[in-house]
C-alpha cells in the first residue's frame, strides 16, 4: 500500500473514492468557481514569488472569475518556519504553499504534501514539460512528486570583466579547471587587491555538487549511507582550503552589507550563484556597476543548480479546493506566457521548457555589456544533474560547514574533519 494511503485512509477502497472524487473536482473546478458561496484560495508565498502570483491574478480571473486569490507573504526564512509549523500541526494550511528547493527534500519525505504525480493530479504525465532536474528534485525515495517547478537557478560564474582585463587573466583561466581558478586567483590579487571570492565556502558549495550522476544523492545515497568522505569532498575541501590560504577570499557572507559592498566597490570579482544574481545585481545589489559584469559557465565544465521554487499543495488541504489549486499551479508552471512573464519582470528563470524557445533569450544584456547570457544559462540548465533529495540535506550542510569553518579557521586537517561529519550524519541518516 501506498505510503500516503496508510498515512490518510483505512484502505485502498476509501483511497480510490478520494482520487474519483479529486478527479471530478478537478473536472469541474469551474462549477464550484460559479457556486453562490465566494471562494478564496491561500497562497502562502515569499518575495518575488507573492508578486508573480499577484500578477497572474488577471488571467485567474478570466478563468475562474468566482475564486479570488489571497496572498499570504512572508520574508524567506518567516515563511518556511510558518509552513513548518503548519504541515506538523495542520493548522493555518494555506491551498498553495511555495517551497525554496532547499526545504523540498526537507517536506518531500514528511508525508505531508499531495503526491502531485497522482493519476488525479497528472504531474507525472505533465513532467517533460518541466526542466528534467527540477522535476526530480521535487520526487521523494518513494517516487512521490511533492511540488511543481515555478523557477529554477542554473549555475553561472559572474565576474569583473574590466578587474580581469587589468590584471591580464581572461575568461578562459577562470574556467579552465578549478585550480586554473584558483591560480587566476592569486594573479588577479597580486595585480589589483580584488578577492576573487566573497567566501572560500562558495567554492565548496560548487565543487560538491560536480561529478554527480543523475539520481546521486549529494550527501547521502539511496540506502542513507554518508557520502561525505568521498574524493569529491576532499577536493572541494582542498580548493577552499588552497583560497584561504592565498588570501583570495573575502571571508564575508552572502546577503550581507559587507557582501554587497564588495559588488559596489568591485574588491570582489567573481560569484557563482544563480543566473538570478545578475539582475539582483543590476536592480539593486550594484546598480553603478552597469555593463562591468560578465556570465559563464561554471569551471572545468561544471553544472549546478542554485535555488529555485516549487509550489506544493498540503495534504490537510480539502479535496475540492485541491482541485483549484492545481488548477492555478498549473497556470504558474505550465502556462508559457505566465512564465516568461515573471522572466521579464522577476528573473525568475522559467522551469517549462517551452517558455525557454522565447527570443527573449538571445536578446543582449546591457548589464553583462551586451553578453546574451540567457542562452548560457539555458544551455547550463539542460546539462544539471538531478540529484535525489533526502530528508537530511539541510543538517547535512550544516554539518559540512561547521567542519569546512574548523579547516579554514582552526587549520583541522581534512581527513579528520570529514570523518567527523560522516560519524555524526550516519546517526542521523536514518531518522
Avoid at 14 to 29: E, F, M, P
Avoid at 238 to 253: F, G, I, S
Avoid at 314 to 326: C, F, H, I, N, S
Avoid at 335 to 356: I, V
Amino acid at each position: 500500500m501506498p505510503e500516503r494511503d496508510r498515512l490518510e485512509l483505512p484502505g485502498r477502497r476509501d483511497a480510490g473514492r478520494r482520487l474519483a472524487g479529486l478527479a471530478l473536482a478537478l473536472a469541474g473546478g469551474r462549477s464550484l468557481a460559479a457556486a453562490a458561496q465566494p471562494v478564496v484560495l491561500t497562497v502562502a508565498a515569499y518575495p518575488a514569488v507573492d508578486d508573480i502570483v499577484r500578477e497572474a491574478r488577471p488571467r485567474w480571473n478570466a478563468l475562474y472569475p468566482g475564486v479570488d486569490i489571497k496572498v499570504v507573504s512572508r520574508q524567506t526564512s518567516d515563511h518556511h518556519t510558518a509552513m513548518t509549523t503548519a504541515l506538523s500541526t495542520s493548522f493555518y494550511l494555506p491551498d498553495v504553499m511555495a517551497l525554496e528547493v532547499g526545504y523540498v527534500g526537507r517536506f518531500a519525505q514528511g508525508g505531508g504534501l499531495e503526491d502531485l504525480g497522482d493519476a488525479a493530479y497528472g504531474m507525472r504525465h505533465e513532467a517533460p514539460q518541466y526542466v528534467p532536474y527540477a522535476v526530480a528534485q521535487a520526487t521523494n525515495r518513494h517516487g512521490q512528486i511533492v511540488a511543481a517547478p515555478s523557477d529554477i537557478g542554473p549555475g553561472t560564474l559572474l565576474y569583473r570583466h574590466d578587474l580581469l582585463t587589468a590584471a591580464g587573466v581572461d575568461e578562459a583561466a577562470l574556467t579552465r579547471s578549478w585550480d586554473s581558478f584558483v591560480a587566476a586567483g592569486v594573479r588577479l590579487k597580486a595585480a589589483s587587491g580584488a578577492f576573487l571570492l566573497a567566501n572560500a565556502r562558495d567554492l565548496k558549495d560548487i565543487v560538491i555538487r560536480t561529478g554527480l550522476r543523475a539520481g546521486d544523492g549529494l550527501y547521502f545515497d539511496a540506502d542513507s549511507n554518508v557520502l561525505v568522505e568521498s574524493p569529491r569532498f576532499v577536493r572541494a575541501f582542498e580548493l577552499a582550503r588552497a583560497a584561504r590560504q592565498h588570501k583570495l577570499d573575502a571571508r564575508v557572507t552572502a546577503w550581507s552589507n559587507e557582501w554587497s559592498e564588495g559588488f559596489r566597490r568591485g574588491t570582489i570579482a567573481t560569484q557563482m550563484s544563480g543566473a538570478w544574481l545578475a539582475g539582483h545585481l543590476a536592480n539593486w545589489l550594484a546598480p553603478a556597476t552597469h555593463g562591468l559584469w560578465r556570465a559563464a559557465q561554471l569551471p572545468e565544465g561544471s553544472f549546478a543548480a542554485y535555488g529555485g521554487t516549487f509550489l506544493a499543495i498540503p495534504r490537510g488541504v480539502p479535496a475540492e479546493r485541491k482541485a483549484l489549486a492545481w488548477a492555478l499551479i498549473r497556470l504558474l508552471t505550465l502556462d508559457r506566457e505566465r512564465q516568461l512573464a515573471a522572466f521579464k519582470a522577476h528573473d525568475a528563470f522559467p522551469g517549462l521548457l517551452a517558455a525557454q524557445q522565447d527570443d527573449f533569450f538571445t536578446q543582449p544584456l546591457p548589464f553583462l555589456g551586451g553578453q546574451p547570457a540567457r542562452a548560457l544559462w539555458r544551455d547550463a540548465a539542460l546539462h544539471i544533474s538531478a540529484i535525489a533529495v533526502h530528508k537530511q540535506d539541510a543538517f547535512a550542510d550544516e554539518v559540512i560547514n561547521t567542519e569546512l569553518d574548523k579547516v579554514l579557521d582552526q587549520g583541522k586537517a581534512i581527513a579528520p574533519a570529514l570523518s567527523d561529519a560522516a560519524r555524526l550524519l550516519a546517526r542521523r541518516a536514518h531518522r
